[in-house]
């Protein structure tokens, strides 16, 4: 999934960033857009902070963190980002939230992953392009009572 290369980032689209709202992706992979973007590195059994990895990142999390598993790395991640990007999310995607019965917390920190790649890309002054490369897509599991489409495991 991510290029040999870390100096080369997956690149970031509206359509990638819909994926992952609509959690149509892996965790692992939301976070290794994070990790590069942090200057972490794939290591053998994990990724680590690199040269690149701003020091308090490096310092509270050496081993890259799970932002979506963990709360404590999905709190630093929303207070990183800053005050004129918080509504990015709703500006540029026009995301409104999720439903009642979508909200629990990993959809509301892969929101938090999403808004943290836009403030990214504008800290920057990237603009964020409508296509790009996906995350190979999950099936939608199927809610065995109802039918209907249900929570996906973490993965």
Do not use: N
């Amino acid at each position: 999934m991510l290029p040999i290369d870390v100096s080369e980032l997956w690149p970031l689209s509206r359509e990638l960033l819909l994926q992952i709202l609509e959690d149509r992706c892996t965790d692992q992979f939301v976070c290794e857009r994070i990790w590069e973007r942090l200057g972490y590195v794939p290591a053998a059994e994990h990724w680590a902070a690199g040269p690149a990895t701003p020091e308090p990142w490096a310092q509270a999390f050496p081993q890259a963190p799970q932002v979506i598993a963990e709360r404590p790395a999905s709190v630093r991640l929303t207070r990183s980002i800053a005050k004129e990007h918080k509504q990015l999310l709703k500006q540029q995607l026009q995301f409104a939230g999720y439903r009642i019965g979508e909200l629990y917390p990993r959809r509301t920190r892969r929101a938090t992953a999403v808004s943290w790649l836009l403030a990214w890309l504008a800290e920057r002054s990237e603009a964020l392009a409508e296509k790009g490369p996906l995350a190979p897509e999950l099936p939608v599991p199927e809610d065995p009572v109802s039918g209907h489409p249900g929570d996906r495991a973490v993965a």
